[in-house]
């Protein structure tokens, strides 16, 4: 682990890389303090949606279904609620000021 100047990293940018690109973490500092934190990726950064996904399950941040391939809105016809509906109910539960009823944006 080395440490480095904001001033310094940037004039010797591709030489610092090359060393994290190595292994090695190099610690940022301005005035002394350490503000950032330079590190070599990890292997493999894989950011298709089914690896995000799997990402969410895997932290809890998200359940999977319960059945595979499961699809339970493809039938669903929607709540039957007026064209902006939804927003004007968002609007008043936020305090906000909704709009004249009947017009698509909010008057301003």
């Known amino acids: 682990m080395s440490k480095a100047g904001i001033r310094e990293f940037k004039a010797h940018l591709s030489a610092y890389l090359r060393r994290v ?7 940022l500092t ?10 070599p990726a990890p292997e493999s950064v894989d950011d298709t949606p089914a690896s995000k996904i ?33 927003q004007r109910l968002l609007d008043s539960v936020r305090g906000e000021t909704p709009w004249p009823p009947g017009t698509s944006k909010p008057a301003r």
């Open 30 to 39: 301005e005035h002394g303090e350490v503000v950032a934190e330079v590190r």
């Open 54 to 86: 799997a990402r969410m399950i895997e932290r809890g941040d998200l359940r999977p279904p319960r059945t595979p391939k499961a699809r339970p809105l493809k039938n669903w016809k929607g709540l039957g609620a007026r064209r902006g509906e939804a």
């Open 21 to 27: 690109k190595r292994g090695e973490i190099v610690l």
